[in-house]
Structures are given as C-alpha cells and as structure tokens.
C-alpha cells in the first residue's frame, strides 16, 4: 500500500501510470473498507448481545410481570425493544444475506462498501444512544421511587415516634395512677 502511494506521488510525469495506481489505491482502500464493514457489523452484534445478556442477567427467566416495575421503565423497556428491532432491521439489510449468491454479495458489498461503513457508524451511534436513554431513564426513575420510599420511611418514623412518646407518656401516667392507688392502700 505504501509502495503505491509512494508510486503514485512520484509519478506525476506520467498521468496514465498516476492514474492506474490511483485506481489501485482506492481499489485498495474500498477494499479495506468492505473487511472493516464486516468487523464493525459484527461488533455492532456483539454490543446487541451484551445488552440482551445484561437484561437477562438482571431479570433472568422470570415473567416481567412479576416484578414491580413502574409505567416508565415499562415504557423505557418497550422503547428500547422497538428500537432495537428497528437497528437490527436495518443492520440486516447491510449485511446483504438476502441475496443467494455469494459472488453477488461479495460485489455489492464492495459496491457499497463507503457507503454502509456511513450507515454501519450511524447505527453504531444510535446504538450507544439507545442504551444511554434507557440507562438514564432507569437511573432516574429508580432515582425517584427510592426518594418516594424514604419519604414514606421518614414519615413513618416520625409516626412511629409521636406514638412511641405517647405511649410512654400514657404508661407513665398509668403508673403513676397505680402507685397514688397502692400508696393509698397502705395508709
């Protein structure tokens, strides 16, 4: 590659040779781009999967349903499915299986090779997107029900202590009444 660039830059008393071993170049480079397109499409896949995996480890096997989840995080959790299918869509058509043979795929996917590396970055970023929505979402979410049960915990303490203080008042006030009464017996 460098042994042509180099041609290439020395060449220009020559166009006819400059021009081949340009052709050559971006033949190469578009090359690279089509390897590189597969490598970033199976990443792509990759980051898919560990966030399957992780929601998965999170809620493993059990039925949604069953755990206490708030209108937001069900609709961040429906948000993300819809997106995720919509990416995986569109990473799909790139990837060209639909076409039967091979040497048909291999063309196009050289054809187009700059332009689905445009379209694989662009789904790599929404990608990142997705999950940071979600994430913050979550956080947020579970950010606010926490605050909302430690506002309950406080206001129950306090409850708790008002009816502790005046049940201790009330047993002191008893007791009291009990020792004026035996006192009163013993005189």
């Known amino acids: 590659m460098l042994s042509l660039q180099s041609l290439k830059?020395?060449?220009?008393?020559?166009?006819?040779?400059?021009?081949?071993?340009?052709?050559?170049?971006?033949?190469?480079?578009?090359?690279?781009?089509?390897?590189?397109?597969?490598t970033d499409?199976?990443?792509?896949?990759?980051?898919?999967?560990?966030?399957?995996?992780?929601?998965?480890?999170?809620?493993?096997?059990?039925?949604?349903?069953?755990?206490?989840?708030?209108?937001?995080?069900?609709?961040?959790?429906?948000?993300?499915?819809?997106?995720?299918?919509?990416?995986?869509g569109v990473a799909s058509q790139l990837s060209l299986t639909r076409i039967r043979h091979w040497a048909h795929r291999l063309a196009l996917r050289f054809i187009l090779a700059r332009a689905h590396k445009d379209q694989i970055t662009v789904l790599h970023t929404a990608l990142a997107h997705m999950d940071d929505d979600f994430r913050r979402t979550l956080e947020l979410d579970t950010n606010r029900r926490?605050?909302?049960?430690?506002?309950?915990i406080n206001s129950v303490l306090s409850t708790s202590s008002t009816n502790h203080l005046a049940l201790l008042s009330e047993f002191h006030r008893l007791q009291t009444i009990i020792s004026i009464g035996l006192a009163g017996l013993f005189v």
């Open 9 to 38: 830059e020395s060449s220009p008393i020559c166009p006819p040779v400059q021009s081949v071993v340009g052709g050559l170049l971006k033949l190469v480079d578009t090359y690279e781009i089509a390897v590189q397109n597969e």
């Open 41 to 88: 499409r199976r990443r792509l896949y990759e980051r898919v999967d560990a966030i399957q995996g992780s929601l998965e480890a999170a809620w493993g096997d059990t039925d949604i349903r069953e755990f206490c989840l708030s209108e937001v995080q069900l609709a961040a959790l429906e948000t993300l499915n819809v997106n995720m299918q919509s990416l995986l």
């Open 146 to 152: 926490m605050n909302l049960v430690q506002k309950n």
